[in-house]
């Protein structure tokens, strides 16, 4: 089972950044896609962006242009870069490491939520 564990999140205006960080036991990189999930209260939990074990990414439609997800392999960790924030991109972040195969991103292990509120 992989540890995953989040931090970065917060209270920002909108129009601002945040920088979520999801931290992994182990070195998982070659193994797993890694991916970002979100939820909102009352909505369902959305697949927000995914990084490939070959580096390749897919935003979700609502965060493309605003939002970049990457990875430092030597310290075990995946990024969710978070620019232009709107008020609709609150919602509790999950960082997820699974499988991607035919186009399809599958979670496995999961984080335990950070807390992303936008308003003013």
């Known amino acids: 089972q992989v540890q995953l564990a989040e931090s970065g999140g917060g209270l920002v205006q909108p129009g601002g950044s945040l920088r979520l960080s999801c931290a992994a036991s182990?070195?998982?990189?070659?193994?797993?896609?890694m991916a970002w999930y979100r939820q909102a209260p009352g909505n369902e939990r959305e697949l927000v962006a995914h990084?490939?074990?070959?580096?390749?990414?897919n935003y979700a439609d609502s965060v493309k242009g605003r939002f970049t997800i990457s990875r430092d392999n030597a310290k075990n960790t995946v990024y969710l870069q978070m620019n232009s924030l709107k008020p609709e991109d609150t919602a509790v972040y999950y960082c997820?490491?699974?499988?991607?195969?035919?186009?399809?991103?599958?979670?496995?292990?999961w984080g335990q939520g950070t807390q992303v509120t936008v308003s003013s």
């Open positions: 997820t490491s699974g499988t991607y195969y035919s186009r399809t991103y599958s979670p496995g292990s």
């Open positions: 182990r070195n998982i990189f070659t193994f797993y896609a």
């Open positions: 990084i490939t074990i070959g580096g390749s990414t």
